[in-house]
């Protein structure tokens, strides 16, 4: 009880009396001296560092990372090193870091803690048996292994919004693309509002009876932009009024780049025409949406120059679109728009 009140009170202290740093942030030790603790307060470096005399210092190499990284030497103290921002309610709070051990250890070594108290929000556990844990909604999860004196990078997800994180280690050094993701981890202290997160640590507490060190490297912080939901767009659109004289049906699509295009037919006689493939712009419904509702588009005829707007009509019944098409000729032609409802139907 004792170690975990001391624990509280030092997270409560570091972020009471640090200042708060930027988002986006990546932390390094290339400016400091080999052999003694990190320099604080600026851009790229901690906030704070704490524990016992000589228990976090900056080092030339590491246990497999020869980047100048931090070591946390950790006997029964709790000891690390913090970076604190203004806190954040919302969103997805990214925190990655290079870590690499010199022994296997029982022991908790990345956490995220909340303005007010400094309670914990997410926690990661060290195993003898060479696993990293988490807790989740059925118990200890197993994210993956690890092994002594050689370097992995761990990435954890806050989401504030949906209170669960996910996480995911990069044990081969080549990015995440090819590791799986463990999302739906708890929240340490679910009970207590409201949620946030303001510090992440980098830090070593090994639980009785076991001794070891931790080297940290490279650690970011930034807020996850989620990815346009284009789910709303893409498909067949067809104009519920055939007779208008305007556009027939098109279709938005993406390429294996993820670009988005849209595909056009005109009303013509006595079949519709092909006005083909262009790039579409997708827009959403205001700043805090990811959800693609609306789109622009242009097509350049030569003799005709056409926008196509788009937003969502909201129906329950069926997806639907307003279009408005704006054309400009380049002869003696009265430039003009045409506005339609087009239905999606797959």
Not at 122 to 145: E, F
Not at 224 to 233: H, Q
Not at 292 to 305: K, N
């Amino acid at each position: 009880m004792k170690t975990i009140i001391t624990e509280a009170l030092i997270v409560l202290l570091c972020t009471s009396f640090a200042t708060a740093g930027p988002i986006p942030a990546l932390i390094n030790f290339d400016g400091d001296t080999p052999g003694l603790p990190p320099a604080t307060g600026g851009i790229g470096q901690p906030s704070a560092y704490y524990g016992p005399v000589g228990a976090v210092l900056v080092q030339s190499s590491a246990f497999g990372i020869i980047t100048k990284p931090l070591v946390v030497y950790s006997g029964s103290e709790y000891a690390g090193a913090s970076y604190t921002f203004d806190p954040v309610y919302n969103g997805i709070l990214r925190f990655e870091a290079t870590v690499a051990f010199d022994s296997l250890i029982n022991s908790y070594f990345l956490q995220t803690s909340r303005s007010t108290d400094g309670a914990v929000v997410t926690r990661v556990d060290s195993s003898d048996d060479g696993t990293i844990k988490a807790p989740g909604s059925d118990g200890t999860v197993n994210l993956g292994t690890y092994v002594p004196n050689t370097p992995f990078r761990f990435r954890m997800d806050i989401d504030l919004d949906d209170q669960t994180w996910a996480a995911s280690i990069d044990d081969e050094m080549n990015g995440f693309a090819d590791d799986p993701v463990y999302p739906g981890l708890l929240f340490e202290n679910l009970h207590l509002l409201p949620h946030n997160v303001v510090t992440v640590h980098m830090d070593l507490n090994a639980y009785t009876g076991f001794v070891g060190n931790v080297a940290y490297d490279d650690i970011s912080v930034s807020i996850v932009t989620p990815a346009k939901d284009r789910s709303f767009l893409i498909g067949i659109w067809v104009n519920i009024d055939q007779s208008s004289g305007g556009i027939a049906a098109f279709a938005i699509f993406e390429d294996q780049d993820q670009n988005l295009l849209i595909y056009t037919l005109g009303q013509c006689t006595p079949s519709p025409c092909v006005w083909g493939v262009v790039p579409c712009i997708d827009y959403s419904e205001n700043v805090g949406s990811n959800i693609s509702t609306g789109f622009m588009a242009f097509y350049d005829f030569g003799f005709l120059e056409t926008w196509m707007a788009a937003t969502r009509i909201d129906y329950p019944e069926f997806p639907l679109l307003q279009v408005t098409d704006f054309n400009f000729f380049f002869d003696s032609r009265y430039d003009y728009w045409n506005s339609d409802i087009f239905v999606r139907i797959n």
